[in-house]
């Protein structure tokens, strides 16, 4: 095997493996195809030119897989995919002030689900007529944990 193939299959590995890592993770066959490509690069290079130069080219894969981490921690690329946002447990406390009966106005159309103000706050509710056009008045007919259920009120 030539150097020019053993090169282009440890470039071929080492990009497929950087693609797995920052591009489409999760995926793992493009990560063990690249792998596939870097071993049978190695393999090849101390099969075709012996131990030493083996070696030197093993080196070089391992100094580059280290420097490409370092370069990838110190420029700050992986903080893409850390989450930063705070989850917060707190319960939502407007809920506790809805009641039955309680009469709103739809914001959106509900398809039954939808937007509607309720006590001068905005809520996710659910129709149990169907569809429900926007601006049209609604009362509460059931609540159930966070769910508001709703019914168009008959004019």
Not at 33 to 38: A, D, T, Y
Not at 45 to 56: A, E, H, M, P, W
Request: net charge neutral; hydrophobic share 50%.
């Amino acid at each position: 095997m030539t150097i020019t193939t053993i090169i282009l299959l440890i470039v071929l590995g080492l990009g497929l493996i950087l693609l797995e890592l920052l591009v489409i993770p999760g995926t793992t066959f493009v990560g063990v195809i690249g792998v596939v490509f870097l071993l049978s690069g190695i393999i090849s290079s101390y099969k075709s030119f012996g131990i030493l130069t083996g070696n030197i080219i093993f080196g070089g894969i391992v100094l580059m897989i280290v420097l490409l981490i370092l370069y990838s921690i110190k420029g700050k690329k992986w903080e893409k995919f850390i989450l930063k946002d705070i989850i917060n447990n707190e319960k939502d406390n407007r809920y506790e002030d809805l009641k039955i009966d309680d009469k709103g106005v739809t914001i959106s159309r509900l398809n039954p689900v939808g937007k509607a103000l309720i006590n001068n706050d905005i809520f996710e509710v659910q129709s149990i007529d169907g569809f429900i056009d926007q601006e049209t008045e609604i009362i509460i007919y059931k609540l159930k944990d966070n769910k508001i259920i709703v019914k168009q009120i008959k004019t």
